[in-house]
């Protein structure tokens, strides 16, 4: 009897491991991950060098991890185990709370004259920047914004790193430094703070604020930086499909939300055209799914991070203005058109036709704005290469 039934088990444990090496086999191999937000790797290409070299063999490891059958059914069944039984305050990188998901910061040691000096170094860049604006004739001002988790440092367990240091020293020194080179700013983070809504306006499951925090911020802007014509009466209305932010994502989409994006209504809509890196796109801000059961990312907004996009309305007595960050200005230019005849948005990321200063210089805008988040907004890096 026994021997029978260590014979079953080994035949379904052998039967399991050939169908299962036959489903992956067979199965038809996708070329990114939705979840992972990443493209998948490939089959290596064989050469004789490689062969010999053994690096044909070590790429084939990460080939079939990758696309090993039922693969992102077993990091939900995974990510279910640590979520609900083990109930882990961090998975998969994200930090776990009542209705609420945060990034997991590393642990790290930051010394205040560093951030000082970083500070200090990208607002003489920045200075630089406005200054090429005023040649031109245009304005410049610079917007930082809070990222979702200088939102929610209380909200970190007291034994998990929230930055709250770096981001206080980057903000003090930066504000610091480019009030002393002349730079007209404004700190999202303490007007939302002033406004008592600094939590209310961020995201739960995503980096980015919600669209009210970017409505805000567009009110900020007219209000501090530069007089904007503004809407008069403004609607906004949720999208019904579910929306699966960064963090969600991460956990594969098994943690629940009601949390929903939203558009925004004028009380008088404006036409317009966009052209995106040259190309003629259809005349809207919100990429609209098809159905009302498929999931929404952030890239509803503007379609996502473009390198270039622009947005006419044809009324020449408004500015031309020219904003560039990274994917917070996304759901600003959402809102931004209305107050311009011209939206540019550029992503240095991603935009490598010329320097910023290169493009200022050639468009000649009227107003030029930037809106870097807490996170990056003293990094050299992206949209901190303006030179």
Known sequence: ?????????????????IWHSAATIFTPKA???YYENRSLAKFPTYTQESFWTGKYFSNIEPYLQDHIAHRTQAFQVDTWIKLYLLQQKVVNQVVVGDNLLLPYLEYETVFEEDIQQQAALMAEQVAEIAAVTKEVGGRYGYVFVPCQYACHEQDYPTYLN???????WTRKYFSKYLSENNVPYIDMGEILSEKGCLQSTSSTIDNHYRLQGAYLTYQ???????PLHMPQEITFTDVKNPYLGSRTRKLFGIWSNDEKLQTAAFEKEIPFTRMDSGNIVPSTVYMMPKTDTEDVLYNFYMGGDQP??????????LPKVLIYG?????ALECLLYYSCDELRSIDLRYYKEKSLVSYIKEYQPDIVICVRDYESMISFDGNGNMR
């Open 308 to 317: 270039e996009t622009i947005i006419s309305t044809n009324r020449p007595q």
């Open 31 to 33: 070329d990114f991950s």
């Open 162 to 168: 929230n930055r709250a240091d770096r981001t206080l």
């Open 220 to 226: 900020s802007i007219a209000e501090h930086l530069f």
């Open 1 to 17: 009897m026994k021997k029978s039934a260590r014979f079953f088990c080994v035949l379904v444990f052998f039967l399991f491991v």
């Open 326 to 330: 990274d994917s917070f200005t996304n």
